[in-house]
């Protein structure tokens, strides 16, 4: 699905994802109509603009992926700031790229998406491992009656380790031995024991436990 607020440009970028075998279910012009037309149509790439009318890009973002997990949102904005980046990432977004990218580039994106990989434009991928790594580096507040960390089984904590190195949900079916479907639920289960809501939060969390290194 396309979401973009230009009628022509919307339009191209749909017209290339379809010319080059993508099934575009869905396009919108605004805010409120994405959030519509994707919960109607469920897509599994949501390519989105962050300058929308009436909701901008990342209250879309945020909403969708809170009530659908599984949907990967590949942004595709005019805007290389680094807060906008850092905001769309932490709203649920999987990749983030330049208007400015080629239609090989969007295509190419657009397939690493849908595979689950995080795809950025050149230099802006160590932007947020970067602040993931500062996120992770404050102190948190401190608390005396905080809970007991969640238990994770053996597996869970496994593909946890993965995610946060950077694997792809099939990459690490691959290496593990296992179906891609369980690797989601493993993901799934872990994101309910620790009461997080997407991807980038479970890999801020595995940052902070180390796990990443591990």
């Known amino acids: 699905m396309v979401v973009d607020d230009h009628p022509m440009w919307r339009d191209a970028v749909a017209r290339d994802l379809s010319e080059s075998g993508f099934d575009v279910v869905a396009t919108a012009g605004d805010g409120p109509g994405a959030v519509r037309r994707a919960r109607a149509v469920v897509p599994d790439v949501l390519v989105l603009d962050l300058n929308l009318p009436g909701m901008p890009g990342v209250q879309v973002c945020k909403e969708l992926v809170g009530s659908h997990p599984g949907l990967r949102v590949l942004v595709l904005s005019a805007s290389g ?22 239609t090989q580039e969007l295509t190419d994106a657009v397939r690493a998406t849908a595979a689950g990989d995080p795809v950025f434009t050149p230099g802006l991928a160590g ?15 401190a608390a005396s009656d905080e809970p007991k960390a969640p238990q994770l089984t053996e597996r869970e904590t496994e593909v946890l380790r993965l995610v946060a190195k950077g694997l792809s949900y099939k990459q690490i079916a691959e290496r593990l031995v296992i179906s891609h479907r369980t690797v989601q639920n493993h993901v799934q289960n872990t994101l309910g024991k620790l009461q997080l809501h997407n991807r980038v939060e479970l890999v801020r969390y595995a940052i902070e436990t180390g796990l990443d290194d591990a």
């Open 127 to 141: 932007l947020v491992l970067g602040e993931y790594r500062r996120l992770a580096s404050d102190p948190a507040p």
């Open 81 to 102: 700031e680094h807060a906008d980046v850092l905001e769309a990432v932490k709203s649920g977004a999987t990749g983030y790229l330049l208007k400015s990218a080629s």
